[in-house]
């Protein structure tokens, strides 16, 4: 078994019966439930839009190449400079040449899981360079020293008690603050940064190719802020973010808010078309899109799984997961968790390593049944299953136990050929369901073998 596995394996023992968590995580995906399936109501015909939506989103994966040079062509004709990047080192070299040229100090990022994926804060203050998060839960996050726990709601691990707690000990307010007290305290504070930064580093919701045009929701304004008022901006978009037309939008961002956030539309909606004109006095002086495959192209590569890049990172998949509601974002040990995280984050990380998330699923279909943009999420997860072990990833000892276990429990004679005390002394020494769970009692006697004598 690799480390990554057994280290899965541990953090998902302990946090499973980690009782204050769970309370936590199910009050706060309770709360995004409620408003989810309000939100929904208002589609008249739900399906049909998720039915588009999946049209557009598979249209743009499968004309990749097509929609990305049209995209370049657009937006470069702004006055942007796009870079494309290979990895994230790549992508890092090309923020610290920037920050570099511009001589800059302070760097202030809006929320953005593609920033996560890049470690950007840890690689940036390495240069000597502050990068600051300006979204509240991210803010909250960096503030702990921990990393996002949803793709969605950074902080939904904590309760207000912590933040407030959080803030008490790094920033002396009061430990009986409210949210909205802790909501004041961080605009008050970040307003003075966005003047003062010298770049600002957004992420992009959707990459508009016809208009060559970045799309960007939000619901605290942060984004906006963060790309208006320092000198350059600087976007890390991920190459599968481009949809074709600007006329998509309409759509797509109705259908991401509803089920990111359980809105009707996010309260900031933004296109961004490339630096400030000679006749505005705002904006950036500078612009510059960074397009990072990072192994992206090996997902696409694959037949049944590249359909994973039609995500619009709503989350919604996480909020339905039984298994995220109960080991949480960090036990996944990747930037993306839960379902779509268990079928790409073994292409972004390695696939021999993290194969293991493909097995954290209890394949329900109901990712399936809400992702907006109908990828097939359970059946991805089998396809993951089943490349590993083609590839002999799993241990040989599992595959032979398997094929075991398929034998004696498809002919009822076998299962039968020792009664329930040797099937209890046996079975209680697995710990199959884990130790902190014991296995149901057999009967000393099988109801067939029962039924057959006494028939």
């Known amino acids: ?20 968590h769970r309370k936590t995580l199910n009050f706060n995906i309770s709360k995004y439930d409620k408003s989810f399936f309000k939100a929904l109501d208002r589609y008249s015909n739900l399906e049909l839009a998720k039915q588009r939506a999946s049209y557009i989103k598979g249209n743009a994966i499968n004309h990749l190449y097509d929609y990305l040079i049209e995209f370049e062509k657009n937006i ?8 494309w ?9 090309y923020v610290g040449k920037i920050l570099k040229e511009h001589k800059a100090k302070l760097v202030v990022k809006s929320k953005s899981m593609i920033s996560e994926e890049l470690e950007f804060n840890k690689n940036i203050e390495k240069m000597g360079v502050q990068s600051l998060e300006t979204d509240l839960g991210e803010y909250i996050v960096q503030q702990a020293g921990e990393k996002p726990y949803h793709i969605v709601t950074p902080a939904m691990h904590k309760s207000k008690e912590d933040v407030a707690e959080l803030f008490h000990k790094k920033f002396n307010l009061p430990l009986n ?4 007290d802790i909501a004041k305290y961080v605009r008050n504070y970040l307003r003075d940064k966005y003047v003062k930064a010298d770049v600002g580093v957004t992420g992009a919701n959707f990459l508009i190719a016809d208009i060559g ?9 942060n984004a906006i802020l963060t790309c208006s008022f320092p000198k350059v901006h600087i976007v890390i978009a991920g190459i599968e973010k481009v949809i074709p037309s600007v006329k998509d939008i309409g759509l797509l961002w109705p259908l991401l808010s509803a089920h990111g956030t359980g809105q009707k539309i996010t309260v900031y909606d933004s296109i961004i078309t490339g630096p400030k004109k000679k006749n505005e006095n705002d904006g950036p002086e500078e612009m510059y899109v960074i397009l990072l495959d990072n192994k992206r192209t090996n997902l696409y590569k694959h037949d049944d799984q590249y359909v994973a890049l039609k995500c619009i990172r709503c989350g919604a998949c996480l909020n339905e997961c039984p298994i995220y509601k109960n080991i949480g974002g960090y036990t996944y040990g990747v930037t993306y968790t839960g379902p779509i995280g268990s079928v790409i984050s073994p292409f972004y990380n390695g696939f021999k390593d993290y194969h293991h998330l493909s097995y954290a699923c209890s394949v329900c279909g109901r990712c399936t049944e809400v992702c907006p943009v109908k990828i097939p999420l359970h059946r991805l997860i089998l396809d ?6 083609n590839k002999k990833y799993e241990p040989w000892i599992w595959n032979i136990g398997m094929k075991i276990f398929e034998k004696v429990f498809m002919h009822r004679k076998y299962v039968d050929i020792v009664n329930g005390t040797f099937k209890n002394l046996f079975s209680h020494r697995l710990y199959a369901l884990g130790k902190k769970k014991s296995m149901p009692t057999f009967a000393k006697h099988s109801f067939s073998s029962q039924w057959k004598k006494n028939k």
């Open 1 to 20: 078994m690799n480390q990554t596995k057994k280290k899965f394996i541990k953090d998902a023992d302990n946090i499973v019966f980690d009782e204050k």
């Open 76 to 83: 470069s004709s702004h006055g942007v400079k796009v870079l």
């Open 85 to 93: 990047a290979e990895d994230g080192k790549e992508a890092i070299d």
């Open 177 to 180: 603050s409210t949210p909205q």
């Open 213 to 221: 045009g970045i799309a960007l929701t939000e619901n605290e304004g």
């Open 384 to 389: 993951n299953r089943r490349d590993a072990v």
